[in-house]
């Protein structure tokens, strides 16, 4: 049990160096309207998948841009 919650606690702690908020606002896609996109190109996905994507990307544009922020440096 120590391990597991030990293992939680540096993931969050791994995410938060990624925090790019003061720096600048992101503006996050609704997932409905991200719904609609997707089923114009035939995927149907549920309301909790679409959200979990959104998120997934997010976090993936937060990382690049740190980054390439921190790359300038």
């Known amino acids: 049990m120590r391990s597991k ?4 606690d540096s993931q969050s702690r791994d ?3 990624f ?3 003061p720096l600048m606002k992101f503006n996050e896609m609704q997932s409905a309207e991200a719904q609609k996109i997707l089923k114009k190109s035939n995927i149907d996905m549920s309301e909790e998948e ?3 994507i959104l998120v997934l ?3 993936v544009v937060k990382i690049t841009l740190k980054e390439l922020f921190s790359a300038e440096e």
């Open 5 to 8: 919650r030990k293992q939680i």
């Open 15 to 17: 995410f938060k160096e």
């Open 19 to 21: 925090e790019l908020e």
């Open 50 to 52: 679409v959200a979990d």
């Open 57 to 59: 990307l997010h976090m």
